[in-house]
C-alpha cells in the first residue's frame, strides 16, 4: 500500500499479488492529513468489500510520503531551535557560502539566518583538522548555555562543532550533558547527520533537521498510533528526498530526508516508463491540484542534485543534502485565475487547494481555476469526476469565469477558458526549458511522462510548444509518486571523511574504511525485514584536484583495492567524471580525495507488477461537445482507458477518461493504448 499526502488530493495506491493494483483519491484534510489518508484507506476497503481493520490487517508493507515537513519549514512553524557552534564562529549560517542571483543589486535585503542569533550559542573547545585537541571543551560553559536553553523554552537543539567530522568527542560530549540536563528535548549532531567537510552545508543541515524533530516525531507517532489502532499490523516506510525509503522510526531521527519527499517519487516512476517506450531521455511531469513538478531522467539515471534550496536560491536556507532534481511551479488544477487591475490575466501562484477547492467542486470556492475551464471547455466530465465521486458543477464554473475573466478581458467565455489553460501552459513550458534547454538538452529529443491527475488537460498543448512529438500517460499516472514508491528502493547512505592523496594512497587504510562503510550497509540490510531483495552497496568517492574547491562525486567500480591496479582506476574514472562535467582534464595532477561513500539500497516490491486492471476492450465511445481553438465547438468522441483494447488508436480531437484524470487529444494528434496498459499520444499537429 503506497500512500502520497498532497495538497490537493491524498493518493492510495493497493498492490497485492496475484491481483492488479487499485488506485484511490481522497480529498487532503487540513489540519489533520491523517483523516485524509484514512478517508482513502476506507474508499480502498469499500472497493474490495470489506472493513479498514480487514484491509490494514493483511497490509504487509505501507509506504508514506508527506509534505508536513517542507510545509513546517515555509510557514515558519517549524519548532523553536537554538544551534550551539565552535566559540568565534556563531555566524555560519548568515556567512553562508557567499553567492548572489543580481550582483548588481544592492537592494536586496541580506535573509536572515535560518536560527537567528539570539538562539545561537558559543561552545568554547576547539578540535585542528586533523583531529587533535586544541582546545578542551568546557563543560562548564556547556552547562550554562543548557541552563539558557531552558529559560528561552528551546524545543530542539543543533549541535555543529568545527572539525567534528574528524574527531566527535566534543559533539558526543555535548550531547550527553543535554541528555543528562534537558531531558526530552530532541536535538541532532552534525557529524551523525551529514558528515561532509563544508562547514555551511553540515550546520544548515544540522539546524533544519533539529527544527522538524518535535513536529515530525509527533506526526509519525501519531500516524503510527492510528493506523495501527484501525489494525495494521506491517512496517511503515517513509518517502525521502532522495528517491528512496527509510523506516518511520530512521524518519524520526532524521526528519530532513522528508523535505520534497512527494515529488521525488515521480521521477523514479516516470524513468520506468520512459524505458518500456525504449526513451532513454525523459521529461517527467506532476500536474496535481497544487504543483506543477517536473524533472528529466538522462540515460536512466535520476536527476540528482546538491543545490537543494528551500525558498529563493541564495536568499533560502540550503539542506546541504543531495537529493532528486525536481522544480515546481505553481501551476496545478487548482491554480486560481484573475484579472489584475492593468486588464493583464494571472493564473497561480495561488491555489484553491481542496477546500475550498475550484468552483466546480461546490464546496464555497467563488474563484476560478483551471480545472473550472477544463470544465467549461467540456474536456472533464462533470458527471464522471474522480471515477463518478463527485459531480462536478459546470454552470457554477462558467459563472465564475464569465465574472472573473470573460467579462473584465471583453471576450467570450470559451475563449477566456482557453486563455486561462494558455496560460498555465506557459508557465510549464516555461518551467520545462529550466531543466532542458537552459542544460543543452532538446526536448524534441525527450519523451514526455504525463503524471498527475491534472495532467492531460494540457500535456499535449505543452509538449507541442516544446516540439517534444511523444506524450506517455501512465495507467498509474494520476498517482505518479504513488506508484515511484512502490517502484522505488530502501535507501540510506554511509560517509566517512578521511583525507587522501593518490600520490600517496593507502590502500590498507582505504580498505579499512570500506569495510567499515559495508558493515554499516549489511547492518541496515538486517533491519529491513524479510521482504528485502536487490540488496546492492554502491561505493564513491568525493574528490578533487589540488586547490579546487568543490568535490565530484566518483564511483568505485568495486568494493575495495586489492591491487595497485584498482587505484590506477579510481584516477581515469575520476578524469574522465571531471572531463564529462567541466570539459577539461589534468591527468598530471594529483586527486585529493576528501571522502568515502556507501550507498545500500534494497527493493521491497516488484515494479513491473504495479498496473490497473484491465476492464476488457469494449467499444463504448460517447460523444459531448468541446470546444478547441482549431475547431471551435464540437461534438467529439470521449474513450474510456480502462476500456480501449491494446494498439487501439484514436485520432483527435478526442477524450480519453479514466477514473482520475482526463487526456485531451487534441485536433491532430493520434493516441494508442499499450500492451503496459499506458497511452502514448504522438502530439504532431
Same mark, same amino acid.
Given at each position: 500500500?503506497?500512500?502520497?499526502?498532497?495538497?490537493?488530493?491524498t493518493?492510495?495506491?493497493?498492490?497485492?499479488?496475484?491481483?492488479?493494483?487499485?488506485?484511490?483519491?481522497?480529498p487532503?484534510?487540513?489540519?489533520?492529513?491523517?483523516?485524509?489518508i484514512l478517508?482513502a484507506?476506507?474508499?480502498?476497503a469499500?472497493?474490495r468489500?470489506?472493513?479498514?481493520?480487514?484491509?490494514?490487517?493483511?497490509?504487509?508493507?505501507?509506504f508514506?510520503s508527506?509534505t508536513r515537513?517542507?510545509?513546517?519549514?515555509i510557514?515558519?512553524?517549524?519548532?523553536?531551535?537554538?544551534l550551539?557552534?565552535?566559540e568565534?564562529?556563531?555566524?555560519i549560517?548568515?556567512?553562508?557560502?557567499?553567492?548572489?542571483?543580481?550582483?548588481?543589486n544592492?537592494?536586496v535585503?541580506?535573509?536572515?539566518?535560518?536560527?537567528?542569533?539570539?538562539?545561537?550559542?558559543?561552545?568554547?573547545?576547539?578540535?585542528?583538522?586533523?583531529?587533535?585537541?586544541?582546545?578542551?571543551?568546557?563543560?562548564?560553559?556547556?552547562?550554562?548555555?543548557?541552563?539558557e536553553?531552558?529559560?528561552n523554552?528551546?524545543?530542539?537543539?543543533?549541535?555543529?562543532?568545527?572539525?567534528?567530522?574528524v574527531?566527535?568527542?566534543?559533539?558526543?560530549?555535548?550531547?550527553e550533558?543535554?541528555?543528562?540536563?534537558?531531558?526530552g528535548?530532541?536535538?541532532?549532531?552534525?557529524?551523525?547527520?551529514?558528515?561532509?567537510?563544508?562547514e555551511?552545508r553540515?550546520?544548515?543541515?544540522?539546524?533544519?533537521?533539529?527544527s522538524?524533530?518535535?513536529?515530525m516525531s509527533?506526526?509519525?507517532?501519531?500516524?503510527?498510533?492510528?493506523?495501527e489502532?484501525?489494525?495494521?499490523?506491517?512496517?511503515?516506510?517513509a518517502?525521502?528526498?532522495?528517491?528512496g525509503?527509510?523506516?518511520?522510526?530512521d524518519l524520526?531521527?532524521r526528519?530532513i530526508?522528508a523535505?520534497?519527499?512527494?515529488p521525488?517519487?515521480?521521477?523514479?516512476?516516470?524513468?520506468?516508463f520512459?524505458e518500456?517506450?525504449?526513451?532513454?531521455?525523459?521529461?517527467v511531469?506532476?500536474?496535481?491540484g497544487?504543483?506543477?513538478?517536473v524533472?528529466?531522467?538522462?540515460?536512466?539515471a535520476?536527476?540528482?542534485?546538491?543545490?537543494?534550496?528551500?525558498g529563493?536560491?541564495?536568499?533560502?536556507?540550503l539542506?546541504?543534502f543531495?537529493?532528486v532534481?525536481?522544480?515546481?511551479?505553481? $501551476?496545478?488544477?487548482?491554480? %486560481? =485565475? /484573475?484579472?489584475? *487591475?492593468?486588464? &493583464?490575466?494571472?493564473?497561480?501562484? +495561488?491555489? #484553491?487547494? @481542496?477546500?475550498?477547492?475550484?468552483?466546480?467542486?461546490g464546496?464555497?470556492?467563488?474563484?476560478p481555476?483551471?480545472t473550472?475551464a477544463a470544465?467549461?471547455?467540456?474536456y472533464?466530465d462533470?458527471?464522471f469526476?474522480?471515477?463518478?465521486q463527485?459531480?462536478?458543477?459546470?454552470? $457554477?464554473?462558467?459563472?465564475? %469565469? =464569465? /465574472?472573473?475573466? *470573460?467579462?473584465? &478581458?471583453?471576450?467570450?467565455v470559451? +475563449?477566456? #477558458?482557453? @486563455?486561462?489553460?494558455?496560460?498555465?501552459?506557459e508557465?510549464?513550458?516555461?518551467?520545462?526549458?529550466?531543466?532542458t534547454?537552459?542544460?543543452?538538452?532538446?526536448p524534441?529529443?525527450?519523451?514526455?511522462i504525463?503524471g498527475?491527475g491534472a495532467?492531460g488537460?494540457?500535456?499535449?498543448?505543452?509538449?507541442?510548444?516544446?516540439r517534444?512529438?511523444?506524450?506517455?500517460?501512465?495507467?498509474?499516472?494520476?498517482?505518479?509518486s504513488a506508484a515511484?514508491?512502490?517502484?522505488?528502493?530502501?535507501?540510506?547512505?554511509?560517509?566517512?571523511t578521511?583525507f587522501?592523496?593518490t600520490?600517496?594512497?593507502?590502500r590498507?587504510?582505504?580498505n579499512?574504511?570500506?569495510?567499515?562503510?559495508?558493515?554499516q550497509?549489511?547492518?541496515?540490510f538486517?533491519?529491513?525485514g524479510?521482504?528485502?531483495?536487490?540488496k546492492?552497496i554502491?561505493?564513491?568517492?568525493?574528490?578533487?584536484y589540488p586547490?579546487?574547491?568543490?568535490e565530484?562525486?566518483?564511483?568505485?567500480r568495486?568494493?575495495?583495492?586489492?591491487?595497485?591496479?584498482?587505484v590506477?582506476?579510481?584516477?581515469?574514472?575520476?578524469?574522465?567524471?571531471?572531463?564529462?562535467l567541466?570539459?577539461?582534464r589534468d591527468?598530471?595532477?594529483?586527486?585529493?580525495?576528501?571522502?568515502?561513500r556507501?550507498?545500500a539500497?534494497?527493493?521491497?516490491?516488484?515494479?513491473?507488477?504495479?498496473?490497473?486492471?484491465?476492464?476488457?476492450a469494449?467499444?463504448?465511445?460517447t460523444r459531448?461537445?468541446?470546444?478547441?481553438?482549431?475547431?471551435?465547438?464540437t461534438?467529439?468522441p470521449?474513450y474510456?482507458?480502462?476500456?480501449?483494447?491494446?494498439?487501439?488508436?484514436?485520432a483527435?480531437?478526442?477524450?480519453?477518461d479514466?477514473?482520475?484524470?482526463?487526456?485531451?487529444?487534441?485536433?491532430g494528434?493520434?493516441a494508442v493504448?499499450r500492451p503496459?496498459g499506458?497511452?502514448?499520444?504522438?502530439?504532431?499537429?
Amino acid at each position: 500500500m503506497s500512500i502520497d499526502v498532497g495538497g490537493t488530493f491524498t493518493d492510495l495506491m493497493v498492490d497485492e499479488p496475484g491481483r492488479a493494483a487499485t488506485m484511490f483519491k481522497s480529498p487532503t484534510t487540513y489540519p489533520d492529513p491523517i483523516g485524509g489518508i484514512l478517508g482513502a484507506i476506507e474508499l480502498a476497503a469499500q472497493a474490495r468489500g470489506v472493513g479498514v481493520e480487514a484491509l490494514l490487517g493483511e497490509t504487509e508493507i505501507l509506504f508514506h510520503s508527506t509534505t508536513r515537513a517542507i510545509n513546517a519549514v515555509i510557514t515558519g512553524n517549524a519548532a523553536r531551535t537554538a544551534l550551539l557552534a565552535t566559540e568565534g564562529h556563531p555566524d555560519i549560517l548568515l556567512i553562508r557560502e557567499g553567492g548572489r542571483t543580481d550582483p548588481f543589486n544592492y537592494r536586496v535585503p541580506y535573509p536572515a539566518p535560518y536560527i537567528p542569533r539570539a538562539l545561537t550559542f558559543e561552545v568554547p573547545g576547539r578540535i585542528w583538522a586533523d583531529g587533535r585537541v586544541h582546545k578542551p571543551l568546557d563543560e562548564a560553559a556547556v552547562l550554562a548555555i543548557i541552563a539558557e536553553l531552558k529559560a528561552n523554552k528551546v524545543e530542539a537543539v543543533a549541535v555543529a562543532l568545527i572539525w567534528s567530522i574528524v574527531n566527535p568527542a566534543h559533539e558526543e560530549r555535548v550531547a550527553e550533558l543535554l541528555e543528562e540536563h534537558l531531558p526530552g528535548v530532541p536535538y541532532t549532531l552534525s557529524h551523525r547527520l551529514n558528515p561532509t567537510v563544508r562547514e555551511y552545508r553540515r550546520t544548515s543541515s544540522c539546524a533544519i533537521d533539529a527544527s522538524l524533530k518535535p513536529i515530525m516525531s509527533d506526526y509519525l507517532r501519531t500516524l503510527k498510533a492510528r493506523l495501527e489502532g484501525r489494525g495494521l499490523k506491517g512496517q511503515i516506510f517513509a518517502v525521502t528526498s532522495q528517491g528512496g525509503l527509510v523506516d518511520v522510526a530512521d524518519l524520526a531521527e532524521r526528519p530532513i530526508l522528508a523535505l520534497n519527499s512527494g515529488p521525488a517519487m515521480a521521477p523514479v516512476a516516470g524513468r520506468f516508463f520512459a524505458e518500456a517506450e525504449g526513451a532513454r531521455t525523459a521529461i517527467v511531469t506532476d500536474a496535481g491540484g497544487t504543483t506543477y513538478d517536473v524533472s528529466l531522467v538522462r540515460e536512466g539515471a535520476l536527476p540528482w542534485t546538491r543545490e537543494t534550496w528551500l525558498g529563493p536560491i541564495y536568499q533560502g536556507n540550503l539542506t546541504g543534502f543531495p537529493s532528486v532534481d525536481v522544480k515546481s511551479v505553481g $501551476a496545478g488544477g487548482g491554480s %486560481i =485565475a /484573475r484579472v489584475d *487591475a492593468a486588464g &493583464l490575466l494571472h493564473v497561480g501562484p +495561488e491555489s #484553491a487547494g @481542496s477546500t475550498p477547492g475550484p468552483v466546480c467542486y461546490g464546496r464555497g470556492g467563488t474563484r476560478p481555476t483551471v480545472t473550472d475551464a477544463a470544465v467549461v471547455l467540456g474536456y472533464i466530465d462533470p458527471a464522471f469526476f474522480l471515477g463518478g465521486q463527485m459531480s462536478l458543477g459546470r454552470e $457554477a464554473a462558467r459563472e465564475a %469565469i =464569465a /465574472r472573473e475573466v *470573460a467579462g473584465p &478581458l471583453g471576450i467570450g467565455v470559451e +475563449e477566456a #477558458a482557453l @486563455s486561462v489553460l494558455d496560460l498555465a501552459t506557459e508557465s510549464m513550458v516555461h518551467a520545462i526549458e529550466d531543466i532542458t534547454v537552459k542544460q543543452g538538452i532538446d526536448p524534441e529529443e525527450t519523451a514526455m511522462i504525463g503524471g498527475g491527475g491534472a495532467a492531460g488537460i494540457n500535456a499535449v498543448l505543452i509538449a507541442r510548444r516544446l516540439r517534444c512529438d511523444t506524450v506517455i500517460f501512465p495507467d498509474v499516472g494520476a498517482a505518479l509518486s504513488a506508484a515511484g514508491a512502490m517502484m522505488s528502493e530502501l535507501t540510506t547512505e554511509f560517509a566517512r571523511t578521511a583525507f587522501m592523496k593518490t600520490t600517496a594512497f593507502d590502500r590498507e587504510k582505504a580498505n579499512a574504511i570500506i569495510a567499515e562503510l559495508a558493515a554499516q550497509a549489511q547492518g541496515f540490510f538486517a533491519k529491513a525485514g524479510p521482504h528485502a531483495r536487490d540488496k546492492r552497496i554502491d561505493f564513491s568517492i568525493e574528490g578533487r584536484y589540488p586547490s579546487q574547491v568543490w568535490e565530484i562525486d566518483v564511483p568505485l567500480r568495486g568494493d575495495g583495492f586489492a591491487r595497485e591496479a584498482d587505484v590506477a582506476a579510481l584516477i581515469a574514472d575520476f578524469h574522465a567524471r571531471h572531463t564529462e562535467l567541466f570539459s577539461f582534464r589534468d591527468d598530471g595532477d594529483a586527486i585529493e580525495i576528501m571522502s568515502w561513500r556507501a550507498l545500500a539500497r534494497c527493493r521491497l516490491s516488484d515494479p513491473t507488477s504495479i498496473r490497473l486492471a484491465q476492464e476488457g476492450a469494449v467499444a463504448d465511445s460517447t460523444r459531448r461537445p468541446m470546444y478547441f481553438r482549431e475547431t471551435g465547438l464540437t461534438e467529439a468522441p470521449a474513450y474510456r482507458l480502462e476500456h480501449m483494447a491494446e494498439g487501439e488508436e484514436i485520432a483527435g480531437p478526442a477524450i480519453v477518461d479514466s477514473n482520475f484524470t482526463t487526456i485531451v487529444v487534441n485536433p491532430g494528434a493520434r493516441a494508442v493504448r499499450r500492451p503496459g496498459g499506458h497511452l502514448v499520444v504522438r502530439s504532431a499537429a
